[in-house]
Nanobody
Framework: QVQLVESGGGLVQAGGSLRLSCVVS????????MAWFRQAPGKEREFVAA????????YYADSVKGRFTIPRDNAKNTVYLQLNSLKTEDPAVYYC???????????????????WGQGTQVTVSS
């Protein structure tokens, strides 16, 4: 059974940085496209960033482009989300997601991903 476990959330001042981690267990991590989504209170879950299975392509929401990055370490079965220059509009629960099984890449689509972690809270103080 594949499991995704996020960690690294917390409270940070505006302008600060955090690094979120998502460890994948149970199957061959290196074959999965991975992504991060976030959900703020009262809002729908939204795409943040994604990375192809072979690390050849990354994708970012316009709101985080230039501030966030999504590296992966296949040797550690881990995908990260590096959050820099955090803003007061970034607080949310951040979710890690994986696409298991072959399919054309729909990296920005929430419904394309079929495995999800439990989420980790990011809070930004002004």
């Amino acid at each position: 059974q594949v499991q995704l476990v996020e960690s690294g959330g917390g409270l940070v001042q505006a302008g600060g940085s955090l690094r979120l981690s998502c460890v994948v267990s149970g199957r061959k991590f290196s074959s999965f496209p991975m992504a991060w989504f976030r959900q703020a209170p009262g809002k729908e879950r939204e795409f943040v960033a994604a990375i192809s299975w072979d690390d050849s392509n990354t994708y970012y929401a316009d709101s985080v482009k230039g501030r966030f990055t999504i590296p992966r370490d296949n040797a550690k079965n881990t995908v990260y989300l590096q959050l820099n220059s955090l803003k007061t509009e970034d607080p949310a629960v951040y979710y890690c997601a994986a696409r298991v099984g072959t399919s054309s890449g729909q990296y920005y689509s929430l419904v394309w991903y079929n495995l999800w972690g439990q989420g980790t809270q990011v809070t930004v103080s002004s």
